[in-house]
């Protein structure tokens, strides 16, 4: 499989919404879905996106939870909280949970795209160390 991304999203209009604009933004990886933790923790360990953007609320295991058992891995995929969720005990949780950035729906265009941008243009140029010290839970 070529370098992927992984949207682990529920809403199916959300997620597709989010791939295409993925698949625009950045051609050279492969966008793929999952709609709970379940599956995201399955495909993890079976593919190894180089990438997560991970929902909170999902059904059966919960994004925070997704995100521990993924990080646990000595070679886990970086992963992005994206969520509705501004309450500043879901981006504690998520920084414990091992999440390298948290980002809410409502800051797509501010925050997402430029902090994917950074860390997925860095590891196209062997830098991603680099710039994933960069980003930060905000």
Do not use: C, W
């Not at 992963?79 to 969720?85: L, N």
């Amino acid at each position: 499989m070529s370098a992927s991304i992984l949207i682990v999203e529920d809403h199916r209009k959300v997620r597709r919404a989010l791939r295409k604009l993925l698949e625009v933004k950045f051609s050279k990886y492969q966008v793929v879905e999952a709609n709970s933790g379940e599956e995201a923790v399955a495909f993890t360990l079976a593919k190894d996106p180089q990438l997560i953007i991970m929902d909170i609320t999902l059904p059966g295991m919960s994004g925070i939870e997704a995100t521990r058992k993924i990080r646990a891995s000595a070679s886990a995929p970086p992963v992005v909280i994206f969520t509705i969720h501004e309450d500043e005990i879901y981006r504690q949780e998520a920084e414990a949970a091992g999440a390298i950035a948290y980002v809410t729906k409502q800051s797509l265009q501010n925050d997402l795209l430029p902090q994917l941008s950074s860390f997925l243009t860095s590891d196209e140029d062997n830098q991603s160390q680099t710039n994933l010290e960069n980003l930060k839970l905000n």
